[in-house]
């Protein structure tokens, strides 16, 4: 029988767990390490939900990088907003430079997109997505990602830095609503 755990008012039941993750990191950033070798990228984290995940994947990065994040908003709840607020602004130049979203999921797109059309106006040489979790099924945008750890169905998942209602972020692995 699958753990279940409770968060707020819903049930949710293991799902992936952490080892699973760890791996699809460890993939995504041996291919990072080969595809940008000598590009010196900007890794640009989007918090908060992927805080956990750009800690790993930065840990498994050898290749000379930098960090930082940005704060967006576009889910309330269980349900996407379809509209993209931004909360916390970049402060590092990015013009001319190799730039990597580090984002926790891609479900819809509509926030990738936004973001990346904000990030173009700052005329970075190229923009790769690198994402934890992806849902095929569910996206609604003309998107690539360069970098996927795991494709997972359209549940609604928390943990491991997604949250519902903003808590759940702290769990090691990630759970569904059951």
Do not use: W
């Not at 930065?58 to 509209?83: C, Q, W």
């Not at 013009?95 to 819809?108: N, T």
């Amino acid at each position: 029988m699958k753990e279940i755990i409770t968060i707020r008012d819903r049930q949710f039941e293991l799902f992936i767990e952490q080892e699973i993750i760890e791996q699809g990191i460890k993939r995504i950033a041996a291919q990072i390490n080969a595809d940008l070798k000598g590009k010196n990228p900007i890794f640009l984290a989007v918090l908060n939900g992927a805080f956990m995940f750009a800690g790993e994947l930065m840990k498994e990065v050898s290749i000379p990088s930098e960090i930082t994040f940005v704060r967006l908003a576009s889910y309330d709840g269980t349900t996407t907003t379809n509209h993209v607020q931004e909360v916390m602004g970049l402060n590092e130049s990015i013009e001319g430079r190799c730039v990597v979203v580090v984002e926790d999921i891609v479900d819809s797109g509509n926030t990738m997109v936004a973001l990346k059309e904000e990030l173009e106006k700052l005329n970075p040489q190229e923009i790769k997505v690198a994402t934890l979790l992806f849902k095929p099924a569910a996206l609604r945008q003309k998107l690539h990602l360069d970098y996927v750890a795991l494709e997972i169905p359209s549940d609604f998942i928390v943990g491991y830095g997604l949250d519902y209602d903003g808590y759940g972020r702290n769990l090691k692995d990630i759970y569904k609503v059951k």
